[in-house]
């Protein structure tokens, strides 16, 4: 299958001297739910390349960025992001407590040339969350609000590049817009390396069932997956879907989530695809503070983490591949116990010798513990570089073409 990106503008087709610039990043990470603490800065260091540049060519820099979803424990203020970017910018970030109100809007005016302004999660604004097509995410309150007040817009959130929401999608219908640094290497990155993408294996694990199993869908529908391994929750939604009796602990998470509905879609495809999918033997629960290791049907409590039955088992597929491509830890990561899993696929992955694709931020914290390199690309994204690498489009990159095609002879 061949891949077709849209051609966009980059920071190299404007001039951003003493303009207002609105920069859409994404430093959304994982976050201490109780102290709020961020705990990893690892997209704030690949922002700090495009935000730089501005600061060099004098632009007046205003940030936009969302943290969590409404309802999720990490969902949070940005205030401490704009401490942990001044520190890794090394220089001031203003930060304030509003996204579109008059507040927000008298800073943005404010600004002088190379100072920095990041605005409030903007996911405190319900209508961020809407996921609709840019031509109506650009009439959204938000949208209309802040476009007269810039000049350009710059779209550097690849992570963030497979939602249709008004920060995405509705600024490039407004204001002439290009991709950012991180975008432009992303996209670079993943053109040069999918052609010869040959032998692909998914391993998909994390917290967003949701999103994978669409993501699922789409790689077996477009043909793009040899095999996908299965972890985590995802592993469980799918074992439950195949009737494997699981602990009532576990068929309750699945519940409590909202997750059964996504029960008969994984059925469908384990009955139309169930030769290229994976799902684990085994498991590992916590018995007094202690990793405990069983098969699935007899094990009662929380399953955190894939048993070495499994491990073994995805280590034989893992052997034969070219091309791995990793989201989502397989376990409790956060947990010693429970980031053997996780641990052993990525230790299994780099002497495979395969190319390796990392994608979602849990999946840096565990590489940066085993080695300093890798073959490989280490990505921002997870929905986001599933969703592109599944052939579908992503939606901030067809909006960035289409405003390439609108703005191109006013720009500069
Ligand atoms: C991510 O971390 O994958 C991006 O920030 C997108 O977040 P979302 O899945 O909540 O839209």
């Known amino acids: 299958m061949s891949l077709k990106i849209p051609k966009v503008l980059t920071m190299d087709n404007f001039n951003f ?53 409404p309802g999720d424990p990490d969902f949070a203020s940005l205030n401490g992001h704009a401490d942990l970017l001044s520190s890794i910018l090394g220089v001031d970030v203003k930060f304030i407590d509003d996204v579109c109100g008059p507040a927000a809007r008298e800073e943005i005016r404010k600004l002088n040339p190379s100072e920095i302004l990041l605005l409030e999660n903007v996911r405190f604004q319900s209508e961020e969350l809407l996921e609709r097509k840019p031509e109506l995410q650009a009439k959204t309150y938000l949208v209309s609000k802040l476009t007269p007040l810039f000049n350009y817009f710059i779209l550097d959130a690849f992570a963030t590049a497979h939602r249709s929401q008004p920060s995405i999608v509705g600024f490039p219908m407004t204001l002439a817009s290009c991709a950012g640094r991180v975008m432009e290497a992303e996209i670079e990155a993943l053109r040069k390396i999918y052609g010869e993408m040959e032998g692909k294996v998914f391993i998909l694990g994390g917290s967003k069932v949701r999103d994978s199993v669409k993501i699922i869908e789409n790689l077996l529908v477009n043909n793009v997956a040899n095999k996908i391994l299965l972890t985590g929750l995802l592993a469980l939604v799918f074992l439950y879907a195949k009737d494997v009796k699981l602990s009532s602990q576990v068929v309750e998470a699945i519940k409590e989530k909202g997750l059964m509905g996504e029960v008969p879609k994984a059925r469908e495809l384990l009955r ?5 999918i994976k799902m684990p033997v085994d498991g590992a629960v916590e018995v007094e503070g202690m990793r405990v290791e069983g098969d699935l049907e007899s094990l009662k409590g929380r399953i955190m983490d894939i048993g070495a039955k499994t491990i073994n088992l995805y280590k034989e597929e893992i052997k034969n591949a070219k091309t791995i491509i990793i989201r989502g830890p397989a376990g409790v990561i956060e947990k010693d116990e429970f980031r053997v899993g996780s641990e052993e696929i990525v230790k299994a992955a780099i002497e495979s010798g395969a190319y390796i694709i990392f994608g979602g931020g849990h999946m840096r914290a565990v590489v940066d513990n085993i080695t300093a390199s890798f073959h490989g690309h280490m990505s921002t994204g997870g929905g986001a570089l599933l969703t592109f690498l599944s052939g579908e489009p992503l939606p901030g990159l067809e909006a960035l073409a289409a405003s390439a095609q609108k703005y191109l002879k006013g720009i500069n």
Do not use: C
């Open 272 to 276: 139309k695809y169930g030769e290229y």
């Open 17 to 69: 001297s003493n303009k207002y610039v609105l920069v859409r990043i994404d430093i959304n990470s994982p976050i201490d739910p109780d102290s709020k603490v961020i705990l990893d800065d690892a997209r704030f260091r690949e922002h700090a390349r495009t935000i730089k540049e501005l600061i060099e060519d004098e632009a007046r820099i205003t940030l936009i960025s969302h943290q969590g979803r």
